[in-house]
Each structure stands twice: as C-alpha cells, then as structure tokens.
C-alpha cells in the first residue's frame, strides 16, 4: 500500500489482485469503515460481492451516519458530519455509489452539484442575551500569546504532545478567545481533550482558517446522512450480492501469533440469543470495527430524559477482548474508560408551530422553508451554561418530512451544568424542557415558551457516552495500526485504528480512509490511497491561515523608519515577497 495524489493515480484502474478469488471477507459492523471497506474489495479487488459478509449489532446500517423516524417519538439524528472538498477517500469512493436522486449520477456528482448551487456560509455564527447578535465580526482576536500558543503547538512533535490536554498547553488567553468558541463548537473539542488531536487538526484543516467564522468552509448533504450517503451505498452493495447480518454481536475473534506472524483463525458472534461462529484460514479477510461514539446511545423523548448508560458496551467489550491477546491491538481503556469527560447530549426538534421558525429566521437572515442553506453550520449561544449550539441543515432534512415542519439539531457541550432557563442539568431533561432551553436562546418571549415546547414542537434528547472518546488524551499504541505488524488475514478500521497516513479522526474521511489502506494493504492492490490534502506543506496556505489568524493585522518590521524600509525593500522583486503581498502580511512602512 502507497500515497499518492494526482491524476495519474487517482484515475489508474487497477488490475485484479492475484488470488483473489480464493478469498473471502468478514466485516465486524456495518458502519461507514464496513460498507466503504466492501465496496473497495468490490471495485478495486474485484471480489465478488457474495464472498462478502458483515456483521451489525443494530437493525440497520450505518453506524454513527444515522438519521431515522421513531415510532410515536419523531425525526432522530444523533449528530451531523461536517465535509470539505478535500476528503480525497470519501470522495474517491463515492464517485462510484450511484445517486438515488439523479438518473446517471453519482451521489459526487450529486453532493457536487448542490453545493455548488447553495454554497454554504454562516449568517450569524454566535448569539448572546437571548438571540442577540453575539457580533464575532468574522474575528479571532487573539492576542499575542494565543498566536504564540498556536504556532508552538503547530510546530511541536507528535511526542511532544502525547499524553497532554489542550489546556496543558494552551494559555487561557487562547482558550478565553472567539478562535476556540469556533473551533470547540464546530469540532467538539473540550479543555480537556487531547492537545495532539487539536495538533493534527490544526495541520490538516490549514487552509480552511479563513471560513472557520463564517463556516464557508464546510459542505454538506442534500438530506440526513443516513438517506444521502448510507443509504445509496449500502442498496449498491446488496446489488453486489453482500450479506449483511442484522442484531449480530460479534463478541471474539481469535488469532494464531507468533514471533513474525499474525492470522486471525475464527469469528464468534450471538445472533437473536444463540451462539455462532465461523473458522477461518489465511483466504479469509477480517476487517474489525473497534470502538464506537455512539455506543450505548439512549433516546429520550418529548416527557422523557435520555439516560447515560454506562452498562456493557458490545463494540468496546469486543476491542476489550481482543487487545488482551496482543500488545499491538492497542489500549481501549484509554479513550473508554472516561466516560463523564467524553459524553455529551444532543437533541433533535421538529417545529410544529409556525411561529418557531421565524425565530429561526430572525437568527439565521434565511428563510428555512427555502430548501437552500439555512444556519450554515452550528449557531452557538455564547452565553449558555450548556454552551448549547444548533443548526437547521436543508429542510427537508428527511424525505419523509411534512412541508410545514423544520428538524433542527441542538447539542450541548456541558450537559452536567444547570441550563439557564430550565433551572436544570441538560442531562436531567426531558425533549421538552430542552426544548424551552433552546427557545430561550433564541430570543422567544419568555410567555411564550413553555407553550410552545409543549406542543409547538416534538423533542427527541439523545445521551452519548463515547461521543469523544477518541479525543482522549493518548499516545503512540494505544490505537492498532489499521494492519499490524505481522497480520496476514486482517485489519482494524474506524475512527479508534492508526492509519499511517496524517489524516485526523472523527470524519466521514477517516472512516473511509482507514478500510481503503486495509482492503489495499491485504489484497495489495495496485493503486494509491490518495494521501491527505498537504495544505500545511504549502507555504501559500501557511501565509494566508497566518494573515486570518491576526485577523489581517500585518506583521511589524524592527526598528526605525529607515531600517524597515530597507527591510521591506529586501522582500520586492521575488517570489517571497509576492506571496507575503498578496496576503497582506507586511506592508510597505
């Protein structure tokens, strides 16, 4: 397996693997790393899509790319995935997934064009005193040491930052500015999180520093992810003859090890109450899921507060099991095991009374009944104790939905704090009153919220345990490479494997990228997996994130008049100088 990028690549077709009708693959779940992993094996391992089986725990597919209609309870979406155009993987697959919109299309083709027609960007990224303009101004205002801070995590090693938080290494100047407001939000990042994840973020998402503010930098789909993504993937792979087993707990997988070589030799799972189990030899491919965010997820419902269920926990039990026969199976106790600083609780709304959505557009200057964009991303009430944000993505946002009705997702970072309406935690509340909590930030007269939470609207609160957990503070093995060392017949993918690329986790990206290196890896298939966007290997990114994040002040020249300007002068006439112009860093004195 190799990076590359480029057309030569990118566009090559590669030649069917040797043996590979002799193999046969066993996918643990059927998330977004399973069903990417089998369409790989199908259209560059040219398997035959009935040599492929997976395994889901659930009744459906799709993992944590959710969005359904409860029965009596509402819409449901647990959370949303924000995309860029330089999810190289993601889009490589899916250019290949036909749309179930457009006749002829691919759902790129289809995503493409949408968002070229509605760009997305953000009206009003914060508010404060109850629906009120919080006026960030497309600002970051850092001060000197935020920017210092920035730059010296930037530049750290890797090891320099394993096993540290953020607010280890992070001045409160940083972590009191508008930058983090943005970024903790956007991203779910907490204080406590881990100072190398924000590391790698910050290297992988350079070029998008400028539409941080506004949220320009972010796109998304024309319907819930579980309807514009999951859905048209996983009816391709049933088309291919895939057998995915439903209400199937894998709960071992084991393996013959010894000083140079790793096989993974049998599958056991309990399906509907009984015990099964498959043996397997060197032929048959393991591609194991590990971990899970929305592992013991629990709903509530308009009357009912969703509970924190820290009961067993089948996808972590599993990885639990399995990394007890290997060192190189990583350390799950690390990023399961801390559960109050890694939930947090979200909670889907769907208006039922007109007069909420012209709050909304109050707010967010769209009409949300348009079908184009509306908040842009996540608006944050700055001033929340819940530090509670939203977002009303396209409406319809499920095909199901009446056209008088708008689905918002609303989500609370602390939800262990007293609400500042409701009197009450986030986690203590039913849909209901997190809905009032939520009509309070708006800026809806107090006389008029409790009526309209009770029966202007139905509100549906979900509890996540392990919703961050792979933000954990952590270091070098504590996650397996995606193939370790020495395995011939398997691979770990999600969001909890190491790839060896610089890609960062909690993406639909690295939940794609991660099975593409295993199915190449294995099958040793003769095509690049595109390597990670290298914006911060480019100095034009570098200087253009460096002259947003001083917001557009420009850098100071040393000295007297005389001097800078013999400084200055220093910089004309090259390509340095040309670039340093163009992004306004310094200007002549």
């Not at 199976?329 to 909670?347: L, N, Y």
């Not at 095509?527 to 001083?550: H, K, Q």
Request: charged share 25%; aromatic share 12%.
């Amino acid at each position: 397996m190799h990076y590359d990028a480029g057309n030569y690549e990118a566009f090559a077709r590669p030649r069917k693997p040797a043996g590979v009708d002799d193999k046969t693959a066993w996918f643990v779940g059927a998330g977004l790393a399973s069903l990417a992993g089998a369409a790989f094996l199908i259209r560059d391992g040219q398997m035959s899509g009935d040599k492929i089986t997976i395994f889901e725990e659930l009744d459906l597919p799709g993992g944590a790319l959710d969005g359904i209609k409860a029965p009596e309870k509402g819409f449901v979406i647990r959370g949303g995935r924000e995309m860029e155009n330089h999810f190289e993987c993601l889009w490589d697959l899916f250019r290949s997934i036909p749309s179930l919109e457009i006749d002829g299309a691919s759902v790129l083709d289809e995503f493409y064009w949408l968002n070229k027609d509605d760009p997305n960007f953000s009206l009003q990224r914060a508010t404060v005193n109850q629906g009120q303009d919080a006026h960030t101004d497309n600002r970051f205002d850092l001060t000197d040491r935020s920017q210092k801070d920035l730059v010296q995590l930037f530049f750290a090693t890797r090891e320099e930052m394993e096993n540290k938080r953020i607010n280890e290494v992070m001045s409160q100047d940083f972590l009191d500015s508008k930058f983090w407001l943005y970024w903790r939000t956007m991203f779910a990042f907490e204080e406590w999180h881990s100072a190398l994840e924000m590391k790698l973020y910050l290297h992988r998402f350079i070029h998008h520093i400028k539409g941080l503010p506004d949220l320009s930098t972010l796109k998304f789909t024309k319907y819930n992810q579980y309807e514009s993504l999951v859905l048209p993937l996983y009816r391709w792979l049933l088309d291919q003859g895939v057998n995915v087993h439903f209400s199937t707990t894998v709960t071992d997988v084991d393996f013959d090890i010894d000083d140079t070589r790793k096989q993974a030799t049998r599958i056991s799972w309990v399906r509907d109450g009984e015990e099964g189990g498959v043996d397997l030899g060197p032929d048959d491919l393991v591609f194991m899921t590990i971990g899970s965010l929305t592992e013991n997820s629990d709903e509530g419902d308009q009357h009912t507060p969703a509970q924190l269920n820290r009961g067993p926990a089948p996808a972590w039990d599993l990885w639990r099991t399995v990394a007890e026969k290997d060192p190189s199976f990583g350390r799950p106790g690390v990023f399961a095991d801390h559960i109050d600083e890694t939930k947090w609780e979200s909670c889907t709304v769907t208006t039922l009374d007109k007069r909420i959505p012209e709050y909304i557009q109050k707010i967010t200057k769209r009409d949300p009944f348009s079908g184009k964009v509306v908040t842009g991303g996540i608006v944050t009430a700055k001033d929340s104790n819940w530090l509670m944000s939203w977002t009303v993505n396209r409406q319809p946002h499920f095909k199901q939905q009446p056209d008088d009705q708008i689905v918002v997702w609303v989500y609370g970072l602390f939800p262990d704090k007293v609400g500042d309406y409701v009197g009450k935690t986030m986690a203590e509340c039913t849909g209901e009153e997190i809905c009032r909590e939520w009509l309070y930030h708006m800026g809806v007269p107090t006389n008029q919220i409790d009526e309209l939470a009770a029966t202007g609207a139905k509100s549906v609160p979900v509890m996540m345990p392990y919703v961050t957990s792979f933000f954990m503070p952590r270091q070098a093995g504590d996650r397996p490479d995606v193939v370790p060392e020495g395995a011939v017949n398997f691979a770990f993918i999600g969001q909890f494997s190491e790839s060896p690329s610089r890609d960062c986790i909690f993406t639909t990206e690295y939940s794609v990228r991660t099975p593409m290196e295993a199915v190449y890896t294995l099958l040793d298939i003769e095509r690049a997996v595109p390597e990670v966007f290298g914006s911060t290997y480019d100095v034009r990114y570098l200087l253009n994130a460096t002259s947003r994040l001083r917001d557009g002040a420009e850098v100071e020249l040393p000295g007297p008049h005389v001097l800078r300007k013999k400084i200055y002068e220093k910089f004309q006439g090259n390509e340095v100088g040309q670039l340093i112009a163009e992004y306004d860093l310094i200007k002549e004195p």
